[in-house]
């Protein structure tokens, strides 16, 4: 069974500062994706990585790939409040087809 | 993009009844269509998987006879939840790709929130 961790779950940060977010799992995949999702919304993609040391940047969010350490991590530069969601890392195993999710971290940006 | 929408966006109904969800890719055809369960602050759990014109994989611990799923063809799928129950009450969102047409990510609907009274 593939399982996904993120870390951490819960994430309160000042605007202005920076932090990683990590989505370590268990199998073997090069298949990994990042979503956003707004309260009461549905998920909204933000990166999708395919292969072993994959870097992606979007504005202040950037993500990244290392299959051999089987971790990825989404890096927030500079946060602002509208950075504030819930992200969820997920992953599809190179034996299959769906995706699995970690639990979400939530992250609340504050003045 | 890939667009993908679902209907209703929020359904009430009352304990027993029948409701179904549709989901719709509206600019690419799915060949595979998943749905997935979202409760308050948890994560999304993926219920079953559907490809179009065969029947429906269902996880474990998911019920098939509750949960009815349809994928007659490339753009539609329909969830419905028989004879519903409060703990039914959930966050549902539908998502698809076209593996054979060279996606390589699913493409969530706006989500459907059902509340069973």
């Known amino acids: 069974e593939l399982k996904v961790e993120q870390n951490p779950l819960f994430l309160s940060m000042q605007e202005g500062k920076n932090y990683t977010i990590y989505c370590n799992y268990s199998?073997?995949?090069?298949?990994l994706y990042w979503y956003r999702q707004d309260p009461g919304k549905s998920l909204e993609s933000l990166f999708v990585?395919?292969?072993?040391?994959a870097v992606k940047q979007e504005g202040r969010l950037m993500a990244s790939l290392d299959t051999k350490a089987r971790l990825s991590t989404l890096h927030i530069t500079a946060a602002v409040h509208d950075l504030s969601a819930t992200y969820f890392c997920?992953?599809?195993?190179?034996?299959?087809?769906?995706?699995?999710f970690g639990k979400g971290t939530s992250l609340l940006v504050t003045p | 993009g890939a667009v993908v929408s679902q209907h209703p966006s929020r359904v009430i109904c009352k304990s027993g009844t029948s409701v179904k969800i549709e989901c719709r890719s509206l600019?690419?055809?799915?060949?595979?269509m998943f749905w997935y369960r979202q409760f308050p602050k948890q994560s999304l759990m993926l219920m079953a998987t559907?490809?179009?014109?065969?029947?429906?994989?269902?996880e474990q611990g998911v019920e098939k006879d509750k949960f009815l799923i349809n994928h007659a063809s490339l753009t539609l799928s329909t969830l419905t939840v028989t004879s519903a129950h409060p703990e039914d009450s959930s966050f549902y969102i539908c998502?698809?790709?076209?593996?054979?047409?060279?996606?390589?990510?699913?493409?969530f609907g706006p989500g459907t929130r059902l509340t069973v009274l």
């Open positions: 997920a992953v599809i195993s190179n034996s299959g087809y769906a995706l699995n």
């Open positions: 998502s698809a790709t076209n593996w054979a047409g060279g996606y390589n990510e699913q493409f």
């Open positions: 199998t073997t995949s090069d298949r």
């Open positions: 600019d690419f055809q799915a060949t595979t």
């Open positions: 990585l395919l292969s072993n040391g």
């Open positions: 559907s490809n179009e014109g065969s029947k429906a994989t269902y």
